[in-house]
T-cell receptor, first 112, second 113 residues
């Protein structure tokens, strides 16, 4: 059972480049999330989705875009990468409001 | 005002002591509250969930919820060095922001032998 799978695990981007962080879950969860975590800090919500075709902004959405065309996939797009986007990115999913969120292994992104 | 705020750390306790971690939240409509543990370089993992006012115990862990004060806490009894980690409070938003899961900034706990 795979759970939440994120790719890639590591990536180095040059300033101004773009990339997509992939996230897929096989638990048929309705809710999916993208967070970023800077060193020594908590998780900051970038975007979230409560179902296919529905997305909403979190605390720090600037510089990112998402889409949710299927229940399983929730890719995060970075356009025009900046050094401030250097962080560890976590994707998570949960079935409903009252249930546990499961996390992927994280993607460590460095923008140089 | 931050949506979810944890008491600033880091927190250092001796082995065998009680560690107390606190969290406040701003959305009065919130109904679901969680504590996650995160070891360095790893993903967060759930240790406790609580939905009703009062205490909920699971082994050495006790979560406490007071909705009137918008306050959630986690007590770790008989702390062990293996409990050393970052503890994250998480809250599901209520009302029109349903599905939004917000985390606090985390409290780093160190249990020293």
């Amino acid at each position: 059972n795979a759970g939440v799978t994120q790719t890639p695990k590591f990536r180095i981007l040059k300033i101004g480049q773009s990339m997509t962080l992939q996230c897929t879950q096989d638990m048929n969860h309705n809710y999916m999330y993208w967070y970023r975590q800077d060193p020594g800090m908590g998780l900051k919500l970038i975007y979230y989705s409560v179902g296919a075709g529905i997305t909403d902004k979190g605390e720090v959405p600037n510089g990112y875009n998402v889409s949710r065309s299927t229940t399983e996939d929730f890719p995060l797009r970075l356009e025009l990468a900046a050094p401030s986007q250097t962080s560890v990115y976590f994707c998570a999913s949960s079935y409903a409001d009252s249930t546990e969120a499961f996390f992927g292994q994280g993607t460590r992104l460095t923008v140089v | 005002q931050k949506e979810v705020e944890q008491n600033s750390g880091p927190l250092s306790v001796p082995e065998g002591a009680i560690a107390s971690l606190n969290c406040t939240y701003s959305d009065r409509g919130s109904q679901s509250f969680f504590w996650y543990r995160q070891y360095s370089g790893k993903s967060p993992e759930l240790i406790m969930s609580i939905y009703s006012n009062g205490d909920k115990e699971d082994g050495r862990f006790t979560a406490q919820l007071n909705k009137a004060s918008q306050y959630v806490s986690l007590l770790i009894r008989d702390s062990q060095p293996s409990d050393s980690a970052t503890y994250l409070c998480a809250v599901f938003a209520g009302g029109t922001s349903y599905g939004k899961l917000t985390f606090g900034q985390g409290t780093i706990l160190t249990v020293h032998p």
